[in-house]
C-alpha cells in the first residue's frame, strides 16, 4: 500500500458519521498550495483514528500522512471502473505537536529507515521482464 504525506492547511473537520456498527469515519480537508493553483484535499480517517482530528482546527497547518487505497467496482453497464481514496494515519501540527496513533495498534516510536540499495538482491543475470 502506498503512503504519502501532505503537508496544508486544514480547511475542513467533517463529524464522525456511523456508517455501521462497527465502521465510522472522518474527513479532514487540507489545502495544499504548492502547485499553480491550490488543492483542496479530503483525508478520511476510520474507527478509532477519527479521534485524531480532536486536536485540530480550521486553519492550522498540519502534516498528514496517509494511505493510498485504489479500488475497482463494475458500473450498471459493466463497465470497470476505478476510484482512489486516502486513508489518514497521522497527523502533525506544525508548531511540533503531534497527533499520533495510541494504544495495541500504534507504531513504533522510532520507525526502521526504508530499505536501501544495499538491501537489494543480488542480480542474478537474467532478466525477467515480459518484453
Known sequence: MAIVTINGTVKLVGQTQQISERFSKRELVITETAGQYPQHIPVEFANDK??????????????????????????????????????????EKATGGTTAPSGPSAAPASAPPPPGIADMPADSGEDDLPF
Open 50 to 91: 477519527a479521534a485524531l482530528l480532536d486536536s485540530v482546527a480550521p486553519g492550522e497547518q498540519v502534516t498528514v500522512t496517509c494511505y493510498v487505497n485504489g479500488r475497482e467496482y463494475t458500473d450498471r453497464n459493466g463497465v470497470p471502473r476505478h476510484f482512489l481514496s486516502l486513508r489518514g494515519d497521522r497527523i
